[in-house]
């Protein structure tokens, strides 16, 4: 991780991504695919352990230092997750 990269907790994440405003927990047509956005919080950091945002306002899983793309369209990403880390 470099200084141009965010580290998100779950809390932090929950609000970066503010009820799926990323589209991250969509169908391949953008339409929502959950029943329950804590719940599609709990299983992303089940599987990863922690979100990073990188200035390209990339989207990745990051789990014993290994990065998974999640998405490479979050639009503002990194602007939003920096407001949300100062705020905090």
């Not at 799926?20 to 599987?47: A, T």
């Not at 990863?48 to 998405?71: A, F, H, W």
């Not at 979050?74 to 939003?80: C, L, R, S, T, V």
Request: charged share 35%; with cysteine.
């Amino acid at each position: 991780m470099n200084n141009r990269e965010i580290k998100l907790s779950k809390m932090q994440f929950k609000l970066f991504n503010n009820d799926d405003q990323f589209q991250l927990f969509c169908d391949d047509e953008g339409m929502p695919d959950y029943d329950d956005f804590d719940e599609e919080v709990e299983k992303l950091y089940s599987k990863y352990d922690y979100v990073l945002v990188t200035e390209k306002n990339y989207v990745y899983g990051v789990k014993n230092n290994k990065r998974e793309e999640i998405s490479d369209q979050a639009y503002d990403g990194y602007q939003i997750a920096n407001e949300i880390i100062l705020d905090l």
